[in-house]
């Protein structure tokens, strides 16, 4: 089970970190991702953390602005995300990597809604 | 970038009826392809992975098929639960993308 938390409303330009608690699996032996969702539209993925935390993928529209990691000791994963803007506004979902790989995700947690306005 | 298009946009359809669905990717993703079964307002749930191998739990309606570029999702008789939106997603390369979905709704 995948846990969010840490939504909701900044104005544009400023911070908002998101963290994700895992349960019911060996946290550390899988990657994990976040996904996103505009109100209205499709999945978009965000950024992409190894096992280990050792390598890290970020999609385009957010390299240099979000930042993933991942503390397996309280198996938790963490999304940093600054610099906001309005098309960040989204739903994000914290995701489990199947069996091993980067994708595809077998486990998504609830989501949680980030508001970049002002 | 790989870009995934899903085809029709909408779908319509009956109960009972069969469906396919169709994921083109813009270059060779191999089987490196899943689908993503979403309802309003819940998260999306992993149909199918590896081009056509269900995921757990997922029922025997749903198969997926293909390789390459061109990729299909069949749900060989529609129950009233499977009208949904339906996603595919490659990780052949980065960054791993999706593609803009394919609604299903009854007729």
């Known amino acids: 089970q995948l846990l969010e938390s840490g939504g909701g409303l900044v104005q544009p330009g400023g911070s908002l970190r998101l963290s994700c608690v895992a349960t019911?699996?060996?946290?550390?032996?899988?990657?994990m991702s976040w996904v996103r969702q505009a109100p209205g539209k499709g999945l978009e993925w965000v950024s992409a953390?190894?096992?280990?935390?050792?390598?890290?993928h970020y999609a385009d529209s957010v390299k240099g602005r979000f930042t993933i990691t991942r503390d397996n000791s309280k198996n938790t994963l963490y999304l940093q995300m600054n610099s906001l803007r309005a098309e960040d506004t989204a739903v994000y979902y914290c995701?489990?990597?199947?069996?091993?790989?980067?994708?595809?995700?077998?486990?998504w947690g609830q989501g949680t809604l980030v508001t970049a306005s002002s | 970038e790989i870009v995934l298009t899903q085809s029709p946009a909408t779908l319509s359809l009956s109960p009972g009826e069969g469906a396919t669905l169709s994921c083109w990717a813009s270059?060779?993703?191999?089987?490196?392809l899943a689908w993503y079964q979403q309802k309003p307002g819940q998260a999306p749930r992993l149909l199918i992975y590896?081009?056509?191998n269900r995921a757990t739990g997922i029922p025997a309606r749903f198969s997926g098929s293909g390789s390459g570029t061109d990729f299909t999702l069949t749900i060989s008789s529609l129950e009233p639960e499977d009208f949904a939106f339906y996603y595919c997603?490659?990780?052949?390369?980065?960054?791993?993308?999706f593609g803009q979905g394919t609604r299903l709704e009854i007729k």
């Open positions: 995701v489990k990597v199947y069996n091993t790989g980067w994708a595809p995700f077998d486990c």
């Open positions: 019911g699996f060996i946290f550390n032996n899988y990657a």
């Open positions: 953390i190894s096992g280990s935390g050792g390598e890290t």
């Open positions: 270059q060779s993703v191999d089987k490196y």
């Open positions: 590896g081009a056509s």
């Open positions: 997603q490659q990780r052949k390369s980065w960054p791993i993308t």
